[in-house]
């Protein structure tokens, strides 16, 4: 069977779009509430994260997360989102760093982990070998990658990530990226938060939009072709 999706472009450029496809559901973009699209600046930073492990501060209208170390330098927003969300924000290195653009959804801050603890993490060019994809932690027994051998350091990617009853995904400038089920999906009532992370990174986020998820099935089947 084929894997794989894309976002449907509409007049002028691939940042306006209507729809994400998944392998058998559709996102309506335009009917999924927006739910934060905040302007973070410098001033106004610490009024909407709470951060761990890493030095964030603006610059130049970017969220900038510098963390050294094997550790999950977090910049967590205070305000909660339940429910089926998207995230959607662009994102890069900042050279030299090379690796680990991380963020998190419908999870939590765990102070005896010093790390997250239920959630969902996506990363874009992690787990120490240049791949893309989807953890659920803090067990991670559900670990979905793929190798991500065209990324490149410093360039500007947009990302949007989420899941919908547990059928996590991401799509990186327009195309889906990864897919996967989770058997046993998290309690989106329960856990609520939504961050970005430095991993022994150095990393850039913004144009943060967050949207409660609002989809339709959508029919696969094979046209004859013979």
């Known amino acids: 069977m084929g894997f794989g999706g894309e976002l449907q472009l509409i007049i002028y450029n691939k940042y306006k779009v209507n729809s994400l496809q998944l392998i058998n559901k559709e996102i309506d973009l335009n ?3 927006i739910l934060f699209n905040d302007k ?3 001033n106004n930073f610490n009024d909407y994260f709470i951060t761990y492990n890493c030095e964030w501060r603006v610059e130049d209208g970017w969220i900038t997360g510098i963390n050294p170390d094997e550790s999950a330098g977090m910049a967590i927003l205070k305000q909660d989102f339940p429910g089926n969300i ?3 924000f662009e994102a890069s290195t900042h050279l030299p760093s090379t690796h ?3 963020f998190m959804w419908n999870g939590e801050w765990s102070e005896s982990l010093n ?3 239920n959630a969902y993490i996506g990363s874009i060019c992690g787990w120490h070998n240049r791949r893309i994809g989807i953890e659920k932690s803090p067990d991670y027994k559900l670990i979905a990658t793929t190798p991500n051998s065209d990324f490149k350091p410093g360039k500007i990617y947009r990302i949007q990530a989420g899941s919908i009853d547990g059928n996590c995904f991401i799509f990186i400038d327009g195309k889906l990226a990864i897919e996967v089920n989770d058997p046993d999906p ?3 009532k329960k856990y609520l ?3 970005f992370t430095a991993w022994s990174s150095w990393v850039r986020i913004k144009n943060i939009v967050i949207r409660q998820i609002v989809w339709k099935p959508k029919a696969i ?5 013979f």
């Open 31 to 33: 009917a999924s509430r």
């Open 40 to 42: 973070i600046a410098e």
């Open 86 to 88: 998207l995230l959607d």
């Open 100 to 102: 680990d653009i991380n």
């Open 115 to 117: 790390s997250c603890g």
């Open 186 to 188: 998290i309690d989106t």
């Open 193 to 195: 938060k939504v961050a």
């Open 221 to 225: 089947n094979y046209s004859p072709e």
